[in-house]
Structure formats: structure tokens, C-alpha cells
């Protein structure tokens, strides 16, 4: 992954329905805006990290899926019943059948039923135009690789019909070394669609559970992954648009790995509900990674979110992570050295909408390059080690809209920088604050946030619009949540047998951090 994105990229039109406000409000400022470089201790203005996060959406090549993909005409479509050794067809034309491995060479739409407890459906198509399957009440299982492989086609198309349940499920330890070779239970080497309403189970025993060498877009349908490696990977990008999407996998869950050309390699999440339980990385993209709509859970993961850029812009998103909760990271920085460091590599993470919730070991928001937040409601319960800290930005925190909390240990706290517009308290406690313990902030008898500790709490910054830089505020522990409640976070409380634990002046970073930057490392 380079350092620096290429300008002039196809807009990414997929996106523009979930961030539109987000790109009106970016618009405003960024014609005026020159680059800035940004270091460990100079945050970079507000407006010119909206301008970079704008050019970080609109890059990317633009999606191969359109309305009416999955729509067909059964009366139209050629009918395949699976069956050991007694696999039939409907039509000789574009089918061809040889034992238990039936495969399909022609453009058009074919429906599956029945059953292959050692076979494969392969689609090999060299002419021009959609190659349509329809899984209806289909079972494939291949002991000896893949039991759905697409080798060749101008584009596919995997229909779950209406209330139909299918599997697929390829076998354990075949050879996947040799290039482009199928590794997963679903395999493309041609952009695929899956949608519809119908239910997919899909098990990887060797490695991916559903992968596509191109593009892969989910529309709709109830799908259901468990892989030994990753779960669900668009080579080029994943776009999931609708439906009901669970994995559970060995490595990372959803992933877009295309490294080559920055035009590629991105996952967006529009709409749907999407759950991920993960070895490592819960989504990941070598470019960028987006969520703009939906409700995505990270049930289990090493790092949550990763990409080069990260933009919440909409949506429900509640992430678990032994390690980073979000980790925005180009690969390398630029003052030479590698992600992770100190340096700024150039890379942005957004939230201008939704509700984020973040339950991290690790650094609960950390990005290598800027952090902007705009809107939107964000609640980070962050690690006990004082290693890492709830918030974590090498190039800054800029807060001009929205919610945020960030509670976790103290010793690498940081504050959010100059250029924010929202009001912000920061609090470093004497003495940690159990979990399960209320922390409330106040003005005179007005409980502006209240936040129930998940863990053990050093350290607390609360970012809210009925702040004012300046001002002072009583902290408290010991109340109860009330209000309007995401996660643990409330916009209002109640102190009634809560004590006072300190008053803090709004915009005063805590003790040791650099400008309201990140403290010594």
C-alpha cells in the first residue's frame, strides 16, 4: 500500500447515498485548502483533513452490480436437479454433465435443486453476459475442492431464491498453492453478486469461505459463513448492500486485499445486518473501508475495523477487539518509518454519523495518520494497559460535531486538538473508577453526559456540543444513566447518591499531553 492516494480516480458512487451530508459539509471548505502535512505534534487544520477525507471516498473504482441483478424469469431459465451420479438438465445447451460435476458454458439463467454429496458445479463461460444461478433448496459438497468454482465469466450472479435453504461446503486441505487456484467453498475468478431472499450456508474447511478474485457484491439474502481463513473477500472490493450477513472465521471476516492499484481494494457497508466473529481483523481493506448504513457487530476480533482510511458515516456499529478497535493505517508513514509508529502516514479516520461503540484492549480509536469527527455518536470503552489509549491519532483529533467518549487507562490519553469546535473536558483520575461505576459530568444541577465504566477506568475525555471551551465542570461517580442511552452512554443522568470526584476546565488537555495532542510516548 503506497503512501499517498493518486488523484483523478472514478467516483465511487455506491457511497453518495449514505454521505451525502458529510460531502455537502466537506464541499464548503474544500476549495480553499492547500495540503498540509501533518507530524506527531501539528495537527492539521480541520478543513484540510475534510478535503483529504472527501479525495479518500471518491477514488475508487465504481461498483459492477446493478438493480435487477438477481430479478428472473423462471419460465425463461434452464433447471439442473442435483443428484449423484443422476444429475440432469433441463437443456443439453450450456450445460454439460459428467458424473458429479455438472458445468455450465454459456451465458443465461439456471436453476439449481437437489443434492451432491461429492460433486462440483463449475461455471466456465467465455462469451458475453451474465451467468445467473439460482440456488433453490441446492446442496454442493466437494471433498476434494471447491463445490461452487466460477473459472470464467463476463460477470455471475448467485440468486437465493425466495425461501429456499442452500449449502455449500468444499473439503479439507486440497491444494490451493498454485496461482488463481480455488480456495474457498465459493470461489470467482469473475465479479459475483449474490442476492436474494432465499438462506446460504457456506463452510470453508480449508481456507475462504466465499471469495472472489474481482469484485463481490452482496444485495440481499440470509447468508451464513464459517471459514477456516477469511470469511467473505472481494479481491478488488466488498460492497454489502443489503441482507442478513454472519461469519465466523479463522483469520479476518471480510476482507478486500488488492494492494496494486489504489483504485481497488476497498469493503463498503450500506445496509443490512452484518455479524462478525474473527481470529484476527473483523473487516479489512487494504484501501479504504466505509460504513454508511446497517448494523455491523464485530463480535470477535484482533482489530475490528482496518483500512487505509475509515469512514463511519451512518449505521449501528458496535466493535470487539483484543487489540485496536479501529486502526486507520496506510502500511507506512511518512517520516520513512513503518504503520504504528509516530509518524503521520497519511491516513484518516471519519465519523460523521451513526453510533459507534467500541470495546477495545488495544487503542480503542487509532489512526496513523488524522482523526476527524463531525457528527455522530461514538462511545469507546478503551484498554486498562497503559500502553495504549482510548483515543490514538499520530496526526491529531479534530472534533467539530457529534459525541464521543473515550474512557480507558491514562498513561497515553489523549485530548482532542486546537482546531476542534466542539466543546471537551478531559479527566485523568486519582484513582481508577471500577466497572460498573457511573461518571457523569455537570453544570450546577444539569447532568450534560453520564458513562457506566465497562472496565476498569483511568482516564475519561467526553466531547458534546452543551460543552464550552472554558468553562468549568464538576465530575461525579456513583449515579445512574438516564436519558437517551447508546451503550453505556447517556445525554443526561441522574446523581442522586453520586459523590464528587473533581472539577475540570473544558479544553484543558490532561496532564502531559502536547497541545491537546497525544501525551509522552
Known sequence: MTAARLPDKPFLRTLTAGIAALAGAITLTACSVAGVTT????????????????????????????DGD??????????????????????????EIDANTVTITAPGTYILKGTLTDGQVVVNSDAEGKVRIVLDGASITNTDGSALVITAADEAVVVLADGSENTLTDGTGYDTSADDAPN???????????????????????????????????????????????????????????????????DDGLKSDNETDDTVGYV?????????AAGDDGVHAEGDLAISGGKVTIARSNEGLEGATITIAGGDTDVTASDDGLNASMGTNTDGGQGGGMGD???????SGGTLLVNSEGDGLDSNGSTVITGGTTVVSGPTNSGNGALDSNGGITITGGTVVGAGASGMAESPGAESTTGWVAVSFSQAIAAGQTISIVSGNTVIASYTAVKETASIVVADPDLTSG???????????????????????DISGASKNTT???GTALAGGMGGGRGPR
Open 471 to 493: 468553562q468549568s465542570y464538576d465530575v461525579y461517580v456513583g449515579g445512574t444513566l438516564a436519558g437517551t442511552t447508546v451503550g453505556t452512554y447517556s445525554d443526561s443522568g
Open 345 to 351: 502516514d497519511g491516513s484518516l479516520l471519519t465519523i
Open 268 to 276: 463498503l457497508i450500506k445496509d443490512g445486518t452484518v455479524t462478525v
Open 70 to 95: 438477481t430479478d428472473y424469469d423462471a419460465s425463461d431459465a434452464t433447471s439442473i436437479t442435483l443428484a449423484d451420479g443422476a444429475s440432469r438438465s433441463s437443456s443439453s445447451e450450456g450445460v
Open 39 to 66: 507530524t506527531t505534534t501539528t495537527t492539521a487544520s480541520s478543513s484540510t483533513v475534510a478535503a483529504s477525507t472527501l479525495a479518500s471516498l471518491t477514488d475508487n473504482a465504481e461498483s459492477h452490480a446493478t
Open 184 to 250: 474457498a467453498a465459493l470461489f470467482s475468478m469473475a465479479d459475483l453478486t449474490i442476492g436474494g431472499t432465499g438462506s446460504l450456508t457456506v463452510t470453508g474447511n480449508t481456507n475462504d469461505g466465499i471469495s472472489s478474485k474481482d469484485g463481490l457484491v452482496i444485495q440481499g439474502g440470509t447468508i451464513t459463513v464459517t471459514a477456516a481463513d477469511d470469511g467473505i473477500r472481494g479481491k478488488d472490493y466488498l460492497i454489502i448492500e443489503d441482507g442478513t450477513v454472519t461469519v465466523e472465521s479463522g
Open 504 to 506: 475540570v476546565t473544558a
